[in-house]
């Protein structure tokens, strides 16, 4: 197992509209902090290479940095925090500035260009609040991405974020595309745009962060794969395969955008070794049996081995259970491949 993801907590000072496990003040405070360094130990000597914590608000744990420390210096793990940083005050701050800046990368929640956009869906003056923190970040040293979810309210605002990106001291952007679960699903309202609008979008959004000299990731991703091993196919993701998520309760999920999908529970890691899990669940043998080879949607697609068949989380959303749906972000990964193949 080479990724780890702790969902360290489901409670969070802020209430996301489009939060896909509904967080919020007052919800759960997750794990014991023992708990997670036992699970994060056993994984660790089983060839742990990457750690990502989230939540939840991550830092509105008082023991987290406890956590990021063991995790960095004890085990030597590349970490990554993803948080909206509207908490950076007093003792947190204090903390953040003694954490190993070669070792741990922060993730910065921001969905708008502007507090109009971004705070009624993040919360009012979630916006000054988070470009503050993305900024105190990068000027103590450390790597920084942004990342936004994409709406239609958003939409005509993406190309305007990588600049916003760069002036905050961010190394790169990135677009995440809205899960069809939590309180997005709930509601409803205006998270999910149309498909050829959003393709257009991230071809703008590409532009700009070119023009500007920012990684655009979802870019990157893409070119990593249509330039990389030859002969290297890629299907689907690497949940079930080297990547696990423990949520806030300790039950196993193969991936943190899912947890908590009573279908897709693996395991729990208060009871259960997380190689155990990924030896025994039945879950994890169902989601590598699965593969692109014997997706309909895709089978007359020749970019469907550069493209991994698409998320098989969105299909699943979307579909109701199925993993070998259709996604439906799916024009977004080929329309990408076609930029890195053709420029």
């Known amino acids: 197992m080479q990724e780890l993801w702790l969902q360290v907590n489901n409670a969070c000072n802020l209430s996301c509209a489009h939060c896909l496990v509904s967080s919020g003040p007052g919800k759960e405070t997750g794990l014991p902090l023992d708990q997670l360094l036992h699970t994060l130990d056993h994984a660790a000597e089983r060839g742990l290479e990457r750690l990502y914590i989230t939540g939840g608000e991550p830092f509105v744990r008082r023991d987290l940095f406890a956590l990021l420390r063991h995790a960095t210096e004890e085990r030597g793990l590349e970490t990554i925090v993803l948080t909206n940083a509207t908490v950076f005050q007093g003792r947190v701050r204090q903390e953040i500035e003694q954490l190993d800046r070669s070792r741990v990368r922060f993730q910065v929640s921001l969905d708008g260009a502007r507090p109009e956009t971004n705070d009624p869906v993040r919360g009012p ?69 149309e498909m050829a609008e959003l393709v257009a979008a991230v071809h703008r959004t590409a ?127 080929t329309a990408l491949v076609r930029r890195v193949m053709t420029t």
């Open 207 to 333: 532009d700009a962060a070119e023009a500007v000299g920012l990684a655009f990731d979802n870019l990157e991703a893409v070119k990593r794969r249509g330039n990389g091993v030859p002969g290297i196919k890629y299907d689907f993701g690497n949940g079930g395969w080297d990547s696990l998520c423990v949520n806030f309760d300790g039950k196993v999920y193969p991936t943190a955008a899912l947890a908590n999908e009573p279908r897709l529970l693996c395991g729990d890691a208060t009871r259960q070794d997380l190689a155990e899990i990924l030896e025994r669940s039945s879950v994890v043998r169902e989601l590598r049996a699965a593969t692109v080879a014997r997706k309909p949607a895709v089978a007359d697609d020749p970019f469907r081995f550069f493209t991994g068949g698409g998320d098989w989380e969105h299909a699943w959303c979307f579909s109701g259970g199925d993993p070998l749906a259709a996604d439906p972000y799916y024009p977004i990964q």
């Open 125 to 193: 003056g979630t916006f000054a609040k988070a470009l503050a923190g993305a900024r105190l970040l990068a000027d103590l040293g450390y790597e920084v991405a942004l990342t936004t979810v994409t709406t239609r309210r958003n939409l005509a605002e993406l190309p305007e974020l990588p600049r916003l990106a760069r002036e905050a001291g961010a190394k790169s952007h990135h677009l995440m595309w809205t899960h069809k679960r939590g309180r997005a699903a709930a509601s409803l309202n205006g998270f999910f745009p």
